[in-house]
């Protein structure tokens, strides 16, 4: 396993599939291997990785973090009058990016209530009203008959891709005191809220979140007015000024309504602005998260989205220098957003 994790942290995935079909074939019942072959299954755009990463309930990690007794998992099958229970297991933007699907079975007849963190629920009350948001206490079963974790969603949907369901899914005006904050100033040019950092207790986050210094090339296009999307404790570059306070993805959401272009890390906000169909530029470490698959410049998630990839380990100067080229282009109208 451990240079399975290895070539993959190198990059070569095709590498590391092999090493994990070799510790199969020694192994046949090791589901770490199963679940780390299912990730880079995705990764390189193999549908079969969604049943694959299914296994990862078998680890001894991720066990512990199962809400409900796995008996009574859904199996797919949509009945008249059967309520199954989605819920969040991981980060935000992994919730955001999965919802998609809700409104989707709901048209079949499912009866669908969702369980998320507090700080999405007034989003998702506001964007997918049809959806109630459920709080069953954990362990409990008696309010649904069967439950399932967002992300294993897709194992279970017929001729899955990831452009099914890919359209806008949120949809969001701007609030008024927001506006005030973006268009009302008298700024004028192209409007661009920024993140350049994740979560500090995300264990890829040296990774994927950028120095401030490194950002200078942006600082440079001529005819942006940049609007601090960043939330947490991390210093500004003063390009940026303040944060704007967020008290839950709604606020934020309403800010976005207002934007141009959202350039962000890999975090919630760019799976929030690509769910609203907000263009979005997406800065990619090395080596990425599974979703976003490899070298291409698009997603079949966010077709709003755009990749920008770095080219070596650490190399976020070279992305950023292209991200300022094409920002430069948009804010001279040569290009589309």
């Given at each position: 396993?451990?240079?399975?994790?290895?070539?993959?942290?190198?990059?070569?995935?095709?590498?590391?599939?092999?090493?994990?079909?070799?510790?199969?074939?020694v192994?046949?019942?090791?589901?770490?291997?199963?679940?780390?072959?299912?990730?880079?299954?995705?990764?390189?755009?193999?549908?079969?990785?969604?049943?694959l990463?299914?296994?990862?309930?078998?680890?001894?990690?991720?066990?512990?973090?199962?809400?409900?007794?796995?008996?009574?998992?859904?199996?797919?099958?949509?009945?008249?009058?059967?309520?199954?229970?989605?819920?969040?297991?991981?980060?935000?933007?992994?919730?955001?990016?999965f919802?998609?699907?809700?409104?989707?079975?709901?048209?079949?007849?499912?009866?669908?209530?969702?369980?998320?963190?507090?700080?999405?629920?007034?989003?998702?009350?506001?964007?997918?009203?049809?959806?109630?948001?459920?709080?069953?206490?954990?362990?409990?079963?008696?309010?649904?008959?069967?439950?399932?974790?967002?992300?294993?969603?897709?194992?279970?949907?017929?001729?899955?891709?990831?452009?099914?369901?890919?359209?806008?899914?949120?949809?969001?005006?701007?609030?008024?005191?927001?506006?005030?904050?973006?268009?009302?100033?008298?700024?004028?040019?192209?409007?661009?809220?920024?993140?350049?950092?994740?979560?500090?207790?995300?264990?890829?986050?040296?990774?994927?979140?950028?120095?401030?210094?490194?950002?200078?090339?942006?600082?440079?296009?001529?005819?942006?007015?940049?609007?601090?999307?960043?939330?947490?404790?991390?210093?500004?570059?003063?390009?940026?000024?303040?944060?704007?306070?967020?008290?839950?993805f709604?606020?934020?959401?309403?800010?976005?309504?207002?934007?141009?272009?959202?350039?962000t890390?890999?975090?919630?906000?760019?799976?929030?602005?690509?769910?609203?169909?907000?263009?979005?530029?997406?800065?990619?470490?090395?080596?990425?998260?599974?979703?976003?698959?490899?070298?291409?410049?698009?997603?079949?998630?966010?077709?709003?989205?755009?990749?920008?990839?770095?080219?070596?380990?650490?190399?976020?100067?070279?992305?950023l220098?292209?991200?300022?080229?094409?920002?430069?282009?948009?804010?001279?109208?040569?290009?589309?957003?």
């Amino acid at each position: 396993m451990a240079r399975l994790v290895v070539l993959r942290a190198m990059g070569d995935y095709e590498a590391a599939m092999q090493e994990a079909q070799a510790v199969l074939r020694v192994q046949p019942g090791h589901t770490q291997a199963k679940t780390y072959l299912g990730m880079l299954r995705l990764h390189m755009g193999h549908a079969d990785g969604c049943q694959l990463y299914r296994n990862r309930w078998d680890t001894p990690a991720w066990t512990e973090t199962m809400h409900y007794p796995k008996a009574h998992l859904w199996d797919g099958r949509i009945q008249s009058n059967t309520t199954v229970l989605f819920w969040a297991e991981q980060g935000f933007g992994d919730t955001l990016q999965f919802v998609r699907y809700l409104p989707c079975l709901q048209q079949q007849g499912l009866q669908l209530p969702l369980q998320c963190p507090e700080p999405l629920q007034a989003l998702f009350a506001q964007t997918l009203p049809h959806v109630p948001m459920f709080q069953p206490l954990p362990g409990s079963t008696s309010a649904f008959d069967a439950h399932l974790p967002l992300l294993d969603l897709p194992s279970l949907l017929p001729n899955f891709n990831p452009a099914f369901c890919n359209a806008p899914y949120l949809h969001m005006a701007p609030a008024p005191a927001h506006t005030l904050g973006t268009r009302g100033t008298g700024h004028t040019g192209v409007r661009v809220g920024m993140v350049w950092a994740g979560r500090p207790t995300h264990t890829d986050d040296a990774n994927r979140s950028i120095p401030t210094a490194q950002l200078a090339p942006l600082w440079t296009v001529p005819g942006v007015h940049w609007v601090n999307l960043q939330q947490g404790e991390h210093a500004a570059p003063s390009p940026l000024g303040e944060p704007q306070v967020f008290g839950n993805f709604l606020d934020t959401a309403r800010c976005i309504a207002d934007l141009d272009l959202v350039i962000t890390v890999d975090t919630s906000v760019a799976h929030l602005a690509g769910a609203m169909g907000k263009p979005v530029w997406v800065l990619l470490s090395f080596v990425p998260d599974w979703r976003w698959g490899v070298h291409t410049a698009q997603t079949p998630w966010y077709p709003s989205m755009r990749l920008y990839r770095q080219q070596r380990v650490g190399d976020w100067p070279g992305a950023l220098n292209t991200v300022a080229d094409d920002l430069t282009r948009l804010s001279l109208g040569t290009v589309a957003r």
